[in-house]
């Protein structure tokens, strides 16, 4: 029995303009299974253990592989598997212009080696970490996913591209003005669309030089800053009674009041209704 490759999936934006990852889940049943060529980067994390053969570009392989596993898929190329057992996987499309900004001249580095098996636990969490934030529908919002997704993409450039890019050296940070810009920038979009493609682009650097340069230069990633900033900006609101919970989780840039709270309490280890208790 053939299982039909998924033809949506949730995409995920990092420029505004075309999404750089998309994120599907799929289960493959016993038997023949077919995946058709995908013309972008395609990784396949596998969400139960299976078995399965299939002819790979060393050959023809068999493999009994445990959940977590992790492929780097051949561009551009069908497959055919014979399942030995029912599985799941999560996939995930990475765009080439995802790969192409993270690095310094637009370049990505000559192309990404295909492996079928790879026990590579940095994959595997920037993966699940996608997965598990599409299946709790994005609550952490797009600048945090812009960031998991330039992390992804740099991490693939750097290690599995057959012309890795150099390391980049940030010591010393960004320059102050540039800094001070990035920043106001921020406060600027904390309660709307803050794209981290933006902000690489105020500092006139790639997405991942940015975001090295920008932890140098404060000690915390620009999602961690920005989460702080709407935190303080939750405080702040909190302070006028009139103002509900659900309008302060909205005008500091949280999904809603659940999340709020859940932001908040890792914080601040108290609840936004027994912070502001605490003000009367």
Known sequence: MNEQFPSSSTPVSMTGELPAVSIAEFSAVKGEWTIPAIKDVSLALSLSNFSASWRGSRGLRSEAMSAGTVAICEVDRERSFDMRNDANFAVVLVRNEA????????????????????????????????VEEKRNGFKSGAFFLDGVAT?????????????????VSVRG???????????????????????LGDLAREAGLSTSHFVRSFRESTGKTPYQFVLHRRVERARAL?????VSLTEVALA????????LANVFRRMTRMTPSSYRRSLQ
Do not use: W
């Open 238 to 242: 909190m302070r006028d009674p009139r």
């Open 173 to 195: 940070g960004m320059a102050p003005a540039i800094l001070r810009r990035c920043i106001e920038f921020m406060e600027s979009r904390l309660e709307g669309d803050l794209k």
């Open 99 to 130: 790969l192409e900004l993270v690095g310094r001249d637009g370049s990505v580095g000559g192309e990404l080696q295909p492996n079928d098996v790879l026990e590579d636990q940095t994959l595997r969490r920037l993966m699940t970490v996608l």
């Open 151 to 167: 992390a992804l993409a740099s991490y693939l450039v750097h290690h599995y591209s057959t012309m890795p890019l150099g390391k």
């Open 252 to 259: 500091s840039g949280f999904a809603d009041q659940h999340h």
